[in-house]
């Protein structure tokens, strides 16, 4: 997470210049998450689309004009996402925390109406699976890749 802060903060120091200006902004939303898996039972492979869960992230954003019409946007956003698993006998619901750091290059071509294109960095800071009643933590290096690039 330190190097998630370090990264945003280098972002902005190095696109400052003597008289530019930094709009800060929060960021919040909500939505729908939901995946999809392939589980393998003793009668073979079956598709199972769990049911969608409510999710939602808040964060910081900074917009810095380059040149004109032309932005430099970085973020760093929680997010929360997941699903829930509803069978006769048992309910299983995945929820994972993630950080994000994505970096926007906007382009204005009407007056609020912008291009952007960039790249993302997240970072897994945990995940939790209930079955039933129970809770159990994921450890994230069990669980896999902690990081993603996109």
């Not at 919040?28 to 492979?45: C, R």
């Not at 900074?62 to 829930?84: D, Q, T, W």
Request: proline share 4%.
């Amino acid at each position: 997470m330190n190097k998630c802060f370090f990264i945003l903060c280098l972002l902005i120091s190095a696109s400052h210049g003597v008289y530019a200006q930094i709009d800060l902004e929060v960021r919040t939303g909500a939505g729908i998450s939901s995946n999809s898996a392939e589980v393998f039972t003793a009668t073979g492979p079956e598709d199972v689309s769990p049911d969608p869960l409510f999710s939602y992230f808040i964060g910081l954003s900074a917009r810095k004009e380059l040149v004109k019409r032309l932005y430099l946007s970085p973020e760093i956003l929680y997010s929360r996402r997941g699903n829930i698993s509803t069978e006769p006998s048992f309910t299983i619901k995945t929820v994972v925390d993630y950080l994000t750091v994505p970096v926007w290059l906007e382009y204005e071509i009407f007056d609020r109406f912008y291009i952007k294109t960039g790249a993302e960095f997240a970072y897994l800071l945990g995940q939790k699976i209930k079955f039933n009643d129970e809770t159990v933590s994921l450890d994230r290096q069990v669980s896999g890749k902690t990081t993603d690039l996109g």
